[in-house]
T-cell receptor, first 109, second 114 residues
Framework: GQNIDQPTEMTATEGAIVQINCTYQ??????LFWYQQHAGEAPTFLSY????GLEEKGRFSSFLSRSKGYSYLLLKELQMKDSASYLC??????????FGTGTRLQVFP | DGGITQSPKYLFRKEGQNVTLSCEQN?????MYWYRQDPGQGLRLIYY???????QKGDIAEGYSVSREKKESFPLTVTSAQKNPTAFYLC?????????????FGDGTRLSIL
């Protein structure tokens, strides 16, 4: 079956670093995406990984290990506006995106 | 500006009524998608279309219908057969499901039952 697991909620302090983990078991793998979604709004694209390793984009980085079926999103220098849900999504061999339930991150001053 | 426009933002449905959610994109994307989002659950795929005049069922297509007569437009009809339609509906598009091309989302339509 298809399964993507993320923690439901996380909290962190402004200025800190937080790591959001995602594990997946899917019928094939054609890349992994991370999206940010503020409450009641559209998800916005953050990062894409298809090869093992770390992709860095400003304060956000994403890591992938295909052999372990594992990814994480690393957020540095947290700001209050980073309070949002973070969605992990895997593209399967049918080229469809399968989404996890999302991780709700709350950043406190 | 290029983007995806969903309308209306809020929609109310009466018992036995069909309602249609609009999705228009001016990104010149080939592929378009409809998702449903319920509290505490991930996005679930309802229907998708990779080219004009063609579409496929996603994981939860029952009670929904779509059409793709124009590249820019992918309306979703929630029929009376959908017994639990209250949800946040998101439309997305992409430049083909290849490589690193992400799906871009509209602002969503929140559907409720009267």
């Amino acid at each position: 079956g298809q399964n993507i697991d993320q923690p439901t909620e996380m909290t962190a302090t402004e200025g800190a670093i937080v790591q959001i983990n995602c594990t997946y078991q899917t019928s094939g793998f054609n890349g992994l995406f991370w999206y940010q979604q503020h409450a009641g709004e559209a998800p916005t694209f953050l990062s894409y990984n298809v090869l093992d390793g770390l992709e860095e984009k400003g304060r956000f980085s994403s890591f992938l290990s295909r052999s372990k079926g594992y990814s994480y999103l690393l957020l540095k220098e947290l700001q209050m506006k980073d309070s949002a849900s973070y969605l992990c999504a895997v593209r399967d061999t049918a080229d469809k995106l399968i989404f996890g339930t999302g991780t709700r991150l709350q950043v406190f001053p | 500006d290029g983007g995806i426009t969903q309308s209306p933002k809020y929609l109310f449905r009466k018992e036995g009524q069909n309602v249609t959610l609009s999705c228009e994109q001016n990104l010149n994307h080939d592929a378009m998608y409809w998702y449903r989002q319920d509290p505490g659950q991930g996005l679930r795929l309802i229907y998708y279309s990779q080219i004009v005049n063609d579409f496929q069922k996603g994981d939860i297509a029952e009670g929904y219908s779509v059409s793709r007569e124009k590249k820019e437009s992918f309306p979703l009809t929630v029929t009376s057969a959908q017994k639990n339609p209250t949800a946040f509906y998101l439309c997305a598009s992409s430049n083909g499901d290849r490589g690193h091309q992400p799906q871009h989302f509209g602002d969503g339509t929140r559907l409720s039952i009267l």
